[in-house]
């Protein structure tokens, strides 16, 4: 199947599920899902698997174990590149809202935070960094993190010249785009290339000065891992 954009019917979709996320309404409206959102979704991440790597969509489902919101329902269609140690994740997703692209570690490690914060810190070191960052954000993927920490982290003063990345929790960029006709044809599947193109420049740098993390993690089943992009 070709990738042409997502139908109006697909807007439409989460505009009404917005208002009916529950396990009655999603029967009935289940084959809208099917094909207004899940066929063209897979179709984009045939699209962009041959430059990209493997990529993961999302089931729409939520885990409600641990939320105190219990709709049945993701809001979104999204999907991934499956990233290999240390390399940044690539980012999509979509709504009645529009679009959103981003990528980068989204929650980096200790160790890896660490070392993003010794570069920040490192006047030479930093120079490609700072071009980079204005450059993506020329380009509209500025760097985001709302959960970025209210003061300086332990060791470092809030006087720090460079303190806005330092106080980071999270290093990744992002792009929201609201709906628009060019999201119905053809010309969103290079859109979204041009973008993912974009946000890879940051993963790239990302792996190449802070790395993958080497902090043993557990996973649910309770195994030993190894720290990564997470």
């Known amino acids: 199947m070709t990738f042409d954009g997502f139908p109006a019917e697909g807007f439409a979709f989460y505009k009404d599920l917005r208002t009916n996320n529950t396990r009655e309404w999603w029967p009935g409206n289940k084959d809208r899902y099917e094909r207004f959102v899940r066929e063209p979704l897979e179709a984009l991440a045939a699209e962009l698997e041959p430059e990209f790597g493997p990529i993961k969509t999302f089931r729409p489902f939520r885990d409600v174990r641990f939320s105190r919101d219990k709709t049945p329902y993701q809001d979104h269609a999204s999907l991934a590149l499956n990233p290999t140690d240390g390399q940044g994740t690539l980012y999509f997703q979509f709504s009645d809202r529009g679009i959103f692209l981003a990528g980068g570690y989204w929650r980096p490690a200790k160790d890896q935070l660490d070392r993003f914060r010794a570069l920040v810190d490192d006047s030479k070191a930093v120079e490609d960094l700072d071009i980079l960052i204005e450059d993506l954000a020329a380009n509209g993927l500025p760097l985001g993190d709302p959960q970025a920490l209210k003061t300086a ?63 043993p993690v557990t996973d649910a089943r309770g195994t030993a891992r190894r720290g990564g992009t997470r």
């Open 153 to 215: 982290p332990r060791g470092w003063s809030k006087e720090h010249p460079r303190i806005e990345l330092i106080r980071r929790t999270s290093l990744t960029v992002g792009q929201e785009l609201a709906p628009a006709p060019w999201m119905s044809t053809p010309e969103c599947l290079e859109r979204i290339t041009l973008g993912w193109r974009q946000v890879k420049r940051w993963g790239d740098w990302l792996n190449a000065n802070v790395g993958a993390s080497t902090i």
